[in-house]
């Protein structure tokens, strides 16, 4: 009974809570957050079935870089001029695409655009963390930057006339690098790098769907036709000039544009800089940088179950489930989050929920419950419309204080109804049992006494 987790169906990578642990979340605590959160869905039997399942599978896994992170080549270099810094070079080269295509529905070309849209401004801000960079120093430098800029748009006054000079803020007006500052520009810039990722997750998203209509899914049927190849340079420079554009350290960015495999990343940190072991940022934001991932899912799995091919998540997402109602037999849908069944079908399923999970701990080591015992405890911690705990907290509704005084905290309890007068009927077994008072129950259930004749 004391086990904490269990693996699933003797697979390593799907783990339910059992035993104390888990009765705990369930009677005493009422959690809202369970520690091994699942759903388990039927499929429909619908055309080319197991195709179509391993494809929703595959889009309800979710993706971080270190999955398709081949190796990161970390080089450092003690630069001193024009100024005394530390330079980093950093290549990540990703693994091909057929070696994971079959477990995850990215693509080589999205991991580029994320890396340059989410992952470096997360890498940047953890590294910015931990050598704790004066913030003086980078105002410091920011002025630094902004007063060149300033100085040579006095120069260029001066030298040209007034019409040249109209002219020439006519094209600074149409330039964001020559008119903004480096923060706006950096503001600019995010903006669009949202705009893109939104881009760039609905063209997943049509691909998904077009995945689920097709019985073929090959990657020449998703790729866009070739565009011509001195706009690809152009594109190649575009993309390039903004990652060096919108972080403040970064030199030059290069990337594999024909095969997706690499890309690269050259920057330099002030010397004033706490050293940081930049190994272990990388580690730590590939493993956290999400590429592709369903809200609150983890990760999924098929398996069969009574000769039925099921769906069973690592996390729980109910109103996602809803977009596969022609795959997915919906009306047999199953969670073992008691607050999220309240919250999709209401109080009387989650009632059935509590009496099958805790059915469920309990026959893992060969112990039967009866039922009934079960069902009342799931009306007395579902009656008043909510999931309440078998707790002082869970009392807290009783109409009792001498019921409430009997099982914890009774100065609580007792201080609470003295300020607020409340009464109490005797009506419950606890509070009859404190006051000496025969329970409403079994024989004390009624007060009709059979008279006897006496025996002379």
Same mark, same amino acid.
């Given at each position: ?38 759903? %388990? ?66 693509? +080589? ?174 580690? %730590? ?34 109103? %996602? ?49 009866? +039922? ?85």
């Amino acid at each position: 009974m004391t086990l904490n987790t269990f693996h699933f169906a003797g697979r390593g990578e799907m783990n339910v809570t059992l035993g104390i642990p888990r009765l705990r979340e369930i009677l005493m605590m009422a959690s809202k957050t369970i520690k091994t959160p699942s759903m %388990e869905i039927p499929f429909l039997d619908v055309p080319n079935l197991e195709k179509k399942a391993e494809r929703l599978r595959k889009a309800l896994t979710r993706v971080v870089v270190a999955d398709v992170l081949e190796k990161i080549d970390v080089t450092s270099i003690l630069d001193v001029s024009p100024v005394r810094q530390q330079k980093y070079i950093l290549r990540f080269q990703f693994l091909p695409h057929h070696f994971y295509k079959v477990d995850y529905a990215v693509k +080589p070309k999205y991991i580029l655009k994320h890396m340059t849209k989410k992952y470096f401004n997360q890498m940047f801000a953890v590294i910015k963390r931990l050598a704790k960079a004066n913030s003086s120093l980078v105002s410091m430098e920011d002025e630094k930057k902004t007063s060149r800029f300033r100085s040579n748009k006095e120069d260029d006054d001066d030298d040209e006339d007034g019409a040249n000079a109209s002219k020439t803020a006519v094209d600074m007006d149409s330039s964001d690098e020559e008119v903004e500052d480096p923060e706006d520009a950096k503001s600019s810039y995010k903006q669009q790098q949202m705009h893109d990722g939104q881009e760039a997750q609905d063209e997943e998203d049509r691909e998904l769907e077009k995945d689920f209509s097709d019985d073929e899914n090959t990657e020449e049927n998703t790729e866009k036709p070739d565009a011509d190849k001195q706009d690809e340079d152009d594109q190649v420079e575009a993309t390039q000039s903004a990652v060096v554009d919108s972080y403040q350290y970064v030199q030059n960015y290069t990337y594999d544009a024909k095969g997706h495999l690499w890309c690269e990343l050259v920057f330099a940190l002030p010397l004033l800089f706490k050293k940081i072991d930049l190994t272990a940022v990388l580690k %730590e934001t590939a493993a956290r940088s999400v590429l592709w991932e369903t809200p609150n899912i983890k990760r999924a799995i098929t398996y069969m179950k009574e000769d039925k091919l099921t769906l069973r998540t690592d996390g729980i997402n109910i109103v %996602e489930m809803f977009q596969y109602n022609e795959l997915l037999d919906l009306n047999r849908l199953y969670s073992n989050d008691i607050h999220k069944v309240a919250e999709n079908y209401g109080i009387e399923a989650a009632a059935k929920v509590i009496v099958k999970e805790v059915q469920d701990v309990f026959k893992v080591y060969g112990i039967a419950v009866d +039922p009934r015992h079960l069902l009342l405890i799931a009306d007395y911690m579902t009656f008043n419309g909510t999931f309440e705990p078998l707790s002082r907290k869970g009392m807290e509704s009783s109409a009792s204080p001498l019921q409430q005084m009997s099982f914890e905290s009774s100065l609580t309890f007792l201080k609470n109804a003295t300020l607020k007068g409340r009464q109490d009927q005797l009506q419950n077994p606890s509070s009859c049992l404190m006051v000496g008072k025969p329970c409403n129950t079994g024989t004390g259930a009624f007060t009709l006494l059979q008279k006897f004749p006496l025996l002379k």
